[in-house]
Structure formats: C-alpha cells, structure tokens
C-alpha cells in the first residue's frame, strides 16, 4: 500500500507538468512569427482605436480575475479536508454578496458600453473623399472591383483584381463588402448558385470584422498610415503588406482563404492603378470566340474564358486573369506566383486547393461544353476550377507541355 505522502508527491508532479505542458502551449503561440496579422499591434486608424477600446475592459477583466483566483485559492486553503469526518457549516446564499456582484457587474458593463457605442457609430460612418472600392467574397477567393469614377454605388468597373486589394497609403479606402453576387457569372450564362455563403472580411492590423452576407451590402473603411512600409510589391519599393483572412467558414477551403491589402506611396499607386486597368494589346480568346497564338488555343480548349476574363474591367466568375502576373499570389492568395506553381495549378488545381469541383466537370462538360461552378452533379455542388490531369467528357486530359504554354502566357501578364 501506498503511503499518504508518496501519494502526494506523485499529485504534485501530475500537476506541475501540466502547469508546464500549458506553460509551453502559451510560450508556443507567443513565439509565432511577426507576419503584421497582428490585432494587438494596430497599423491602421480604426484598429489603434479599437486597441485602445480594448485596455480597460482587458485591465478590469484581469483585475476581477485575480481576484476571483485569489478568493477560491483562499477558500481552497483555508477550508481544504483536514481528515476529520464533521460536515461543515452549511451556508445557503448572502444577500449582500449576490446583490453587490450583480449591480457591480451590471454598472461595469454600463460604463464600458459608452466609449463602445460611440466607437461603433464612428467606424461606421462614410468618410469623405475616401476611395470606393467593392471586396467580394467568393469560394474561395475575394474579388476586388474598383468602380468607374469612383462610384460609391455597384455598376461599372474599371478594374476587377483577385487576392490581393492595393489601395493608397493615407487615404480612406470605403469597402463595400458583399458576398458572390452573380454579377458577371459566366461567359455561358450559367447562373452562379455558389453565391448564397457568408464570408467574414477580415485585416487585423487595419481594422475589425465584417461579414460578406449574400444580399446585403456591407461597409467597412481601412486606412493605411504614410509612414509604414518598406515591402517590395510589384516593382514598387515602398509598399505596406498586411495580411487578411476570411473570418467565417464558408466552406471545404475556408481556410486557405487568405488576401493581402497591398498599401503604395499615393503617387505609385496612381501609377499602379493606370497600368492594371489598361487593357491587354491583345485577348487571348476575343469576345467571337477568335483566338490568338497558341495560348488562346488552349484556353478555349479548356474552356478557361468561360470563367476567367482577360479583360481588366471584366466581372466574371473566377479571378480576372488580364494582369495576372503583377501579384505575387494566387489561388485564394494561398500561392506565390512561381512558374512551377503556376504550371502546376493550371493542370491539377485541387492537388494545391481542396474544392468540390472533382467529379463535377465530367457531366457539365460532357453535356454543356462548359465547366459550371454552381451546378449540382449527384447532389454535389460544384465549386472552383476543375483538374484537367486526367480526361473529362469531352474535355482531354491537359498535357504538361499544354499546360507550361498556359503557365508562361500568365507569367507574361504582368
Ligand atoms: Cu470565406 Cu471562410
């Protein structure tokens, strides 16, 4: 039989290396990298005020828990088992108590709901001046339209983007977030029923949350400081990068659905702003049909242009493609633009991306000649783009030499 003692200690090693096992779980994710997607060191105007909204309640939380801790240490000290078998003394409820943690708490609650209701009517107001621009959530994926003459209200665009949002450092940038709309959904007219997914908008060094609701046209405003940089983003050198996540699951690849907002010097992104809506000389596959060299062969072969335009203004289902090779990602941003990336993308995309487009090109190609994100296939809905490594009803199997030609087109948009 075990003594009382060596039962002890071996309770007290349970303990302390649990203590040290959570210990290393907190030093763990304390010592992640420093990637700027970081809500406790705010960069932008409206997450510096949400940090400071943060301190008092973050202060009073951590002083009520000490507290707390302490007084159940206490009672667990004081009061612990000590061998013998009288019951103790039998308390039922103090009125004093319950009604002074119960106002307290209520008059805490009271008070920090002031500067939080005053925070939220001043994040949620339109700034003057500000750049418009739409983020769409798509599976998996966020569209970015800049409207024609900086229209606040959806219509036409002058440049449609993917993955990656370039605004201009200083300014007030007035989001208008909405999940997958339809607009544009497909060359073939297939309607996009992929659309009805709530996605959550999400930059946690610019600014808080907002949900992209199928319906609903929801805004958000982020403003990169002057003074922050220097990264190097397409051959601008003083660029601020901060990393955005899609912050409600939206599905089978919710979380590779990352994007970037990319902030240049005012002059530069001017500059970057002319040359990405500038169309290309030439379309691949022009709107007859024609097409040009060998690429635009291949991606009417595979029915590439039924879902990705090469024209920069174009809204259509998959990401616009007309100046693909100016981002440094792709594919929901989870990829950086390399040739071996690329090629191998264009021919097995969900070897990279997990989507449910597996099993669904076969039918809708066999039947329509077209690809259709959004039909359903044996009670399947079909979601992002197709791999070709393999034959599909009409559709044959992509070749590596076919797709290094696709690859190196891309690569040239820049
Ligand atoms: Cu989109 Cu999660």
Redesign the pocket.
Known sequence: MRSAGSARTAKFRRLSSLIGLAMLAVGTIACGPENDANMLRPKGKQAKQINDLLFWPVVIAIVIGIGVAGLVLYAAIKFRHKGDDTVPKQVHGNRAVELGATIGSALILAVLAVPSYALVQDLAETPRGALNVEAV?K??WWQFRYPTDNKPVVGEYSLVTANELVIPKGRDVRLNVRACDGVGASKSGIADTSCN?I??FWVPALNGKVD?VPGRDNKLTLTAPLDYGPHEYAGYDNAAVYPGI??????LS?AN?RFKVIALDPEDYEDWYSKLSEPLEALPVDEENNTSGLAGDLLKKFSCVNCHSFNPTQTLHGPNLAHFASRETFASGKWDITPENVRKWVQDATSMIPMQSEGCAESSFGFTGTYAPGTEVSGERCVGMPSYKEEQGDIPAMTDAEASVIADYLLSLK
């Open positions: 959530g599976q998996w997914v996605h959550s992209a899609c912050a409600e699951y939206c599905g919710h659905m």
